[in-house]
């Protein structure tokens, strides 16, 4: 009966190849771009994420803003003194507390014959224990470094390809505005917060202070938590300490940045499952435009079959057989259109990933998961069989003379 069945539904659409083809493209198009919008959501969500992992887990970094009080504007700035008060108070949350000093943007670096302008941090060596900084080669600083003022740097994968020309530059002395260092170790270039940093050199924050005159106050400072810390209840408390020792209100946005690494974690998970929502919501909406299409070809299917359906029933066929006839190749249509569709769409992702390797964006690559391959599955089926079930139910109530005396 099956096979019969099958070759039935075969020879149909055979006869109609064009209406077949234009009845199942609303459903691979929807389908398609079902899988087109989600493999790029998730690829975004990957590349978020994955730079998010560049700091560590329970971290929060402090940035300085500007404030107003009676002189004008103020800008607010931290010092060795304020991060010793901060590590006592909160010695049973805090394992690493450590400042950052961008002594410029546009710092001019040279090596040999070659100069450009790059960005210059100054940093301890806890500073790679709350930004998961790695290096390719060489090695991060250690508290040597820092304590005795030693003229080493780390530099990231672009300030190596323009200074040194891919060549190895463990070793060598580059001059940082007239100071000479020695390079001793490379940015890694795998994740995406790593590319972030490629263009900036890293010294030991006393060698800076030392060589640069640049004064022991700062703008940004990091802090990470132990594993058991409430995360934003230390943010808080850390923040009205702030507000109190500066002297600014705790209410004014402008004076004080925060960047939580669990809030913006939680944010965007937060924010992409909202967007695949909205795609999921979508690719449903063009399924659904697709299986009014399939639904209302099968009706004219079954009105163009009618006779041929009297026939059937009068030579003994079975209501049930007459409705697995139509409903087989409702689900026919409706899946070979769909399987055609998610095989386009992951195509046409495989082809997007070729594009964005040529690329430096957020976007590494885009994919598509078992789950999601496995609800489109089964929408194609039920889609198969809501868009058969009325013209289906319509063919079992035909009257076999009736039928046979329709022109």
Known sequence: MITSIFLDILSSIKQHKARSFLTGFGIGWGIFILVILLGTSAGTQKGVMTMLEGFAQNSIWFYGGLTKDHDGQRKIVFDETLLQQIACIFKEHLIE????????????VSYQQTSQNFSVKAVRANYHNIKLLKVSSGRLFNENDNKNTRNVAIVGEK???????HKDPIGKDICISEEFFKVVGVLES???????????????????????NIGDDFSVFGVSLAPDSDVNLVESRIKHFLAQ????????KKALYIFNFEQQSSMFLKLFEGLNLFFWFIGICLLLSGVIGVTNIMFVVVKERTKEIGIRKAMGAKPQSILALILFESISITVFAGFLGILVGVMGLELFDLYLQSLDMLIKDTFINFRVVIGALVILVVSGLVAGLVPANNAMKIKPIKAIQTE
């Not at 300030?159 to 020309?165: A, G, N």
Request: charged fraction near 20%.
């Open 159 to 165: 300030v190596k390809e323009i200074l040194f020309d």
């Open 245 to 252: 020792q500066l002297s600014f209100d705790i209410k004014d």
């Open 97 to 108: 507390i450590t400042p950052e000093i961008n002594l410029s943007y546009h710092t001019n």
């Open 190 to 212: 795998g994740s995406v917060f790593d590319q972030l940093e490629q263009g900036t050199i890293f010294i030991p924050l006393r060698t800076a202070i030392k060589n640069f």
